[in-house]
């Protein structure tokens, strides 16, 4: 195949490729189109309605908009009244959310214990799955496995296509209570197969919530306490939903507008997920922080802390792209309400532990980045830190290893997506199909040998 092992050929055609693709930014502008389906102030097009989960940011007051504290409400729920009320009864929440999700209310005791046992009993995978799919076929990216599984997982179901709605169901279910053995399995064939390192597989304990389970599947020795269970618990349920409009979620209603099997819209979302403009956000504020770490000898002193900062956002620093990863977001101006209530917890865990030392040092970064970017950028900015600044440190503060970081964001997000397509498939009939702009201009036909 000499063509295709021509390095300069493919380096010219695909020059020819870019100078022919890329669109000026002014033509946006000259035809109103709203890049990213976002408005000129930042806020996203309106796509749709749902009356599964609402985030709250803003409020537009005379036209202009205003900003608000944050406030993410679960099919009518304050993700604040939800978390506060499990943590004054001690107990976990994560399932009692995905309840809520899929069903649009709240359990009594008996539907939830019924509802924990039956995901439980779910979590084990077809027979031969294991071998077949994840030890056969190793990857070093968890979240390419997670897609895969997924995918394939439609092989092992005679009634991957039946399209009544209790079939629906009874997969969001079982695909919610597989992932995390999903993801445990494949990470521990990644440690084994890419870093040679010891195969450790634990039998599934079918009475452990998902916390629980991810935690003794991961862990050798399968110890964990209670107060990690539940941190991690209270993480499932900030990561549970966040609005139709997140790119994963709105890539899984896009593809179930089309009729599609759920197991290819579930897969799409993880895909989806696995961008770093998306789950992947975590990781970077995580290496940011380890670059602060490397170069500020001092981290309680603030003046030295933002002497860096300054470098970071002139592009001069971490990794050049002038941001200060876990602040700012699309919706949410004056708080995140995830950050705020994972930032709470995390430091009730983390006080006197070594690991305290790196919250305060990521606590300081969220207080000095609005009027840093003020000073270098020029650009006067609310900002608040969003849910990645923190949870980055929370999972490894759990001892939970960087490449589950995305993973563990889509095992939370599976009962969101579940949500989003029961809805799109009982509201809308119509495929999703927005329109684009064409600006390309009529050419005449050259015949080839005229060329």
Not at 48 to 72: A, M, R, S
Not at 324 to 352: C, N, Q, W
Request: with cysteine.
């Amino acid at each position: 195949m000499p063509f295709m092992n021509s390095d300069d050929r493919i380096a010219r055609l695909c020059d020819e490729l870019i100078k022919n693709s890329r669109i000026d930014n002014k033509l946006y502008d000259k035809y109103q189109v709203k890049k990213g389906l976002r408005n000129s102030d930042g806020s996203g097009v309106v796509a749709g309605i749902t009356n599964i989960c609402n985030v709250h940011g803003y409020i537009i007051n005379e036209g202009e908009k205003e900003p608000i504290p944050g406030q993410l409400i679960y099919r009518g729920y304050n993700i604040n009244d939800l978390i506060n009320n499990v943590e004054d009864e001690d107990r976990f929440g994560y399932e009692e959310t995905v309840f809520l999700m899929l069903f649009g209310r709240l359990p009594n005791k008996r539907e939830l214990k019924n509802f924990q046992t039956y995901l439980g009993v779910m979590r084990d995978l077809p027979e031969g799955f294991v071998e077949d799919m994840i030890l056969k076929a190793p990857s070093n990216n968890i979240m390419n496995k997670l897609a895969r599984s997924v995918l394939a997982l439609y092989s092992y179901n005679n009634e991957c296509e039946n399209k009544d709605f209790e079939n629906e169901m009874l997969i969001a279910m079982s695909l919610i209570a597989k992932l995390p053995v999903i993801m445990a399995s494949a990470y521990q064939v990644k440690r084994r197969v890419f870093d040679n390192m010891s195969l450790i597989m634990h039998p599934i304990n079918y009475e452990e919530t998902a916390a629980q389970c991810i935690l003794s599947l991961l862990r050798p020795d399968r110890q964990y306490t209670d107060a990690e269970a539940k941190l991690l618990d209270r993480m499932l349920m900030l990561h549970v939903e966040h609005g139709g409009g997140n790119n994963s979620t709105f890539t899984c209603r896009v593809l179930t507008s089309s009729g599609t099997d759920p197991y290819s819209a579930y897969a799409s979302a993880i895909c989806s997920l696995k961008g770093p403009r998306h789950g992947g956000a975590n990781l970077k504020v995580i290496h940011m922080l380890d670059n602060i770490k490397d170069n500020v000898k001092n981290w309680e002193d603030e003046s030295e802390v933002a002497d860096y900062m300054r470098k970071i956002l002139r592009g001069e620093a971490n990794d050049g792209s002038g941001l200060i990863y876990g602040m700012g977001h699309a919706v949410y101006t004056i708080s995140d309400p995830r950050a705020v209530i994972l930032k709470r917890k995390a430091f009730e865990l983390a006080k006197g532990r070594e690991i305290e030392a790196e919250f305060r040092l990521l606590d300081t970064i969220e207080r000095l980045t609005p009027e840093l970017f003020k000073e270098v950028k020029g650009k006067s900015k609310t900002m608040c830190a969003n849910v990645d600044m923190y949870s980055g440190l929370v999972y490894r503060m759990l001892g939970i290893p960087e490449e589950l970081f995305t993973p563990m964001f889509a095992v939370g997000r599976m009962a969101g997506w579940a949500a989003h397509r029961m809805e799109e498939i009982l509201t809308s009939s119509r495929i999703i199909r927005p329109a684009y702009k064409a600006i390309a201009k009529e050419r005449e036909y050259i015949k080839i040998d005229n060329r």
